[in-house]
């Protein structure tokens, strides 16, 4: 059966512009406006939307290519009768995707994944949970649904597009061509992976230097200033 693929234009920011007609009267000192009403965007939800917004350019690609993926296994599938070359076909897909996506996924973090999980489920239609139950069997799906508690995420969570209003206005904005997007699905190897951690290790003693410089110079600037009043 194939994937259906829903693509949910929800939500649009609108400017704080109202373009209307302007009518006047004789008797009229000011001219009257009238126009359509225009939603208005409060400061939550634009500060949400500016958190979300490089997390879902970052993982959508993924999430595209989740979908895509199911519905070329499921198509392959339709061919495949025996149950054992089934498996094997499904085991065989798994261990090629863990070799080509195994350290982005690391990379990630737990704010990234759960954004992956919920645009997962919005893009193929099924839960994360249903997925590798679907093809890796019950046994995976439960031994993923209990790591993925132990990292606060609930991958049998349905996607929910009501509760999702500022997730699915940057994906309309995406979709409509306001937020430049590239859907390609970068890779990384292990090389890079390590690299990567590497100098992110090494930003952290930097910036941990920097910041103890920084309360030693506060102290010692309380001090002087202490001493200065007690004069």
Known sequence: MQIKYTLITALILCSNIIFGQSIVHSNDTLPQYFGAPVEVVDKEFLREYNSLKPIVLKVYPYALGSADILDEMNHDLESIKKRRKRNKFCNQSYKELKKEYKYVFMD?????????????SRETGMTLYNIVQTYKGQKDATMFNLMGKMWDQDIKSDYDPQKESVLEAVIADIQSGKIKFDSTAKTMNKEAYKEKQAQSKKNKKVNHKKAKELRKKKRKKKRKSNKEDAK
């Not at 990630?108 to 997962?120: A, D, H, M, N, T």
């Open 108 to 120: 990630l973090y737990p704010s990234e994944g759960r954004v992956l999980i919920k645009l997962v």
